[in-house]
């Protein structure tokens, strides 16, 4: 498979009245066609403004340093305005968190569907309607004919992330971000919206970036895992290496606090520390204030990259 | 051998809900029909017992809290605590009741539920002046500093205020300021799902400790079975308004009997079974507006559906080990 998308280096700031925060710092990962990779780690870890920097959509706040974002050959960073739209929702398209927010309340979610397929796709007018109706189906909406006329808040949770979908897929992208695409929703609705992503990305070719903080549900769907802690990528590996074989010290707490089937209250532990402040001066490894293992060497710049396997690396002194 | 539930070796369990129901009338297009959202449900928590209460949104978990807060009025049955009724006043009188204290809420949201005005102090401090009346400020002081403690905040965050707390310590705020007034009941409303998984397990364990240490009942409310059975000895599943299985928590995951605790447990992702293709619930809910009393509710979705599923409504049978299920064929 080759490498579809590519984020190498790639280092964001935000500017605010409190000092500058360091939100992405040398961040570096790639999505394969046809693959699905799921990137984890703690509320304020930096998934999402990765996300939104790929999609081009980030805050006004946020200055993007260094690094290059390249899908398909076409450099990101460097397509702006009208030439960064038409890819927008033809190439690349994001599924958002709490669809009943991101989905327009007052329009009905045929038209919503209509309107991207309107901006990217020659179709004539008169066919506009069967083919949202048909993109509806595709994301096996009951009765697809009844719920074009539908607004968003007649709709379940469920039903209305299944719009989001829909609309997402719609010009067929060759990349889907879905940022925590089923938080919120309920475990049996959670299991056959990922089920959906999962068949859609395997039958469309199309390279998956799904953004969690739950690495069961990670582990269940991915092929590749990314891990993040405070702005930096930390370890990157096939999902049954770094589920069965962590090498950071940071994955192997995620993996022993997430409870499983056999957890007891008494065995399960918690992640000592708290994210540090992005704006203050850090070490070279963000971790090791958190850290049981840290040893002086962590402290002496640069932090290295220790390559395990040729797919799992890990940026730690001492890996595991 | 299976352990009898909690609440059988007490005579009175402490709270015991009983043919409780909630019907809103529709409002619109269907106007003189009524949704129900909770209907016909018995409720049973013994002293000291942690119940669990699964099921997806819209099934009337959150209603049930509201009835047994007495945050609303059921339209009927009754709840009893501690043998005593307290549907015999309505709502609006029952907060200036002393049992208003015995039943309190931790709710879902640390940073949604608390007053972005109030202080860790105020806002900790204020059931103490609403629902116990106290005004003295040395003892005011002293149980806010002792519900600190407990829940394990630091004394110099007493006088921040909740943006300036992680999520972590909002949690905290919110679990302090509902023991504060030595509840017997606790009713814990998704109180971990807003947590990161580095914060939940501390949270989880502080909720079991609380538990041991002030002898309360927790309703635990949550959709993470696997949060569920770590800190619940029976679990409570609800589907449109019923209940549909009951049983002690082990026993009702390693079998459960009814189809729609089934889906549900089989939807916990799991890394483990990545490669195999599991039974998914799809579909949604048939409507909760005037259903037919006759036809089981989960039929239009259920893979066992049969023809005695829509001409007689399945009630809760004993299926022995404390488990029961309402279904025909469990």
């Not at chain 1, 209305?160 to 929703?185: F, H, K, N, W, Y």
């Not at chain 2, 402490?14 to 209907?39: E, I, M, N």
């Not at chain 2, 605790?261 to 998914?280: G, H, K, N």
């Amino acid at each position: 498979m080759t490498d579809h998308l590519t984020i190498k280096d790639l280092g964001l700031e935000f500017r605010t009245r409190h000092g500058v925060v360091r939100a992405l710092e040398d961040v570096s990962l790639t999505v394969k066609r046809g693959e699905i990779v799921g990137v984890v780690g703690e509320s304020g870890s930096g998934k999402s403004v990765m996300a939104y920097s790929v999609m081009g959509l980030s805050d006004a706040a946020a200055e993007i340093k260094r690094g290059s974002i390249v899908l398909g050959g076409m450099d990101l960073l460097a397509t702006k305005g009208e030439a960064l739209r038409a890819i927008r929702g033809r190439e690349m398209a994001m599924i958002f968190q709490s669809p009943r927010t991101a989905l327009n309340p007052i329009r009905k979610v045929g038209r919503q569907i209509e309107d991207v397929l309107m901006e990217h796709e020659a179709i004539p007018r008169r066919d506009l309607r069967k083919a949202a109706i048909a993109a509806l189906e595709r994301v096996r909406i009951p009765d697809p004919e009844r719920r074009y006329d539908a607004y968003p808040f007649e709709l379940s949770g469920g039903m209305c992330q299944r719009v989001m979908i829909a609309i997402a897929l719609a010009c067929s992208p060759s990349l889907l971000i879905a940022d925590e695409p089923t938080t919120g929703l309920d475990v049996t609705t959670q299991a056959v919206i990922m089920d959906l992503i999962r068949d859609k990305s395997r039958d469309g070719r199309m390279s998956t970036l799904l953004i969690t903080h739950d690495l069961g549900l990670a582990g269940e769907y991915c092929d590749r895992i990314v891990v993040m802690h405070a702005g930096h990528v930390v370890e990157v590996a096939p999902t049954e290496v770094l589920l069965s074989r962590p090498a950071h010290p940071y994955t192997l707490q995620l993996l022993a606090a997430t409870p499983t089937p056999t957890s007891t209250l008494d065995t399960l532990p918690s992640i000592g520390g708290q994210l540090p402040d992005l704006r203050r001066d850090l070490p070279p490894c963000r971790f090791s204030e958190r850290c049981a293992r840290k040893l002086p060497q962590c402290d002496v710049p640069p932090l290295p990259w220790t390559t395990l396997s040729p797919d799992h690396i890990v940026r730690c002194r001492v890996p595991l | 051998m299976t352990a009898l539930p909690e609440y059988a070796a007490h005579p009175t369990p402490l709270l015991d809900a009983q043919r409780l129901s909630k019907l809103y009338p529709v409002k619109g297009s269907a106007k003189g029909t009524l949704l129900h959202a909770v209907d016909d449900v018995d409720l049973r928590i013994g002293a000291g017992e942690c119940v669990g209460l699964v099921g997806e949104s819209g099934c009337g978990k959150s209603t049930m809290v509201r009835l047994l807060a007495r945050l609303i009025d059921p339209t009927s049955g009754q709840i009893l605590m501690g043998g005593k009724d307290i549907t015999g006043m309505t709502q609006a009188k029952f907060v200036a009741s002393p049992d208003r204290g015995r039943i309190q809420v931790v709710f879902q949201d640390p940073t949604e539920s608390l007053n972005p005005s109030f202080r860790v102090f105020q806002a900790i401090a204020d059931p103490l002046r609403r629902l116990l009346r106290l005004s003295d400020a040395d003892e005011i002081a002293t149980r806010v500093n002792r519900a600190a403690t407990l829940v394990g905040l630091p004394r110099e965050l007493v006088q921040r205020y909740p943006h300036q707390l992680s999520g972590g310590q909002r949690a905290r705020v919110g679990i302090a300021r509902a023991i504060v007034v030595e509840p017997e009941l606790l009713i814990l409303d998704e109180p971990t799902s807003a947590l990161d998984v580095s914060v939940q397990a501390v949270i989880l364990r502080l909720l079991a400790d609380l538990r041991a240490r002030l002898g309360m009942s927790y309703l635990f409310v949550s959709h993470d079975l696997n949060v569920v059975r770590l800190l619940c000895s029976r679990v409570v599943v609800m589907y449109l308004g019923k209940v549909v299985e009951v049983g002690p928590v082990e026993q009702l995951f390693a079998n459960p009997r009814h189809p729609y605790t089934q889906a549900l447990i089989a939807s916990i992702p799991d890394p483990a079974r990545r490669r195999e293709a599991r039974p998914r619930l799809d579909g949604s809910p048939s409507s909760p507006i005037s259903p037919d009393p006759n036809v089981c509710r989960f039929q239009s979705r259920c893979p066992r559906a049969a023809a005695e599923c829509v001409t007689t409504m399945p009630a809760l049978r004993d299926l022995g080990g404390g488990q029961s299920a309402a279904c025909h064929f469990a």
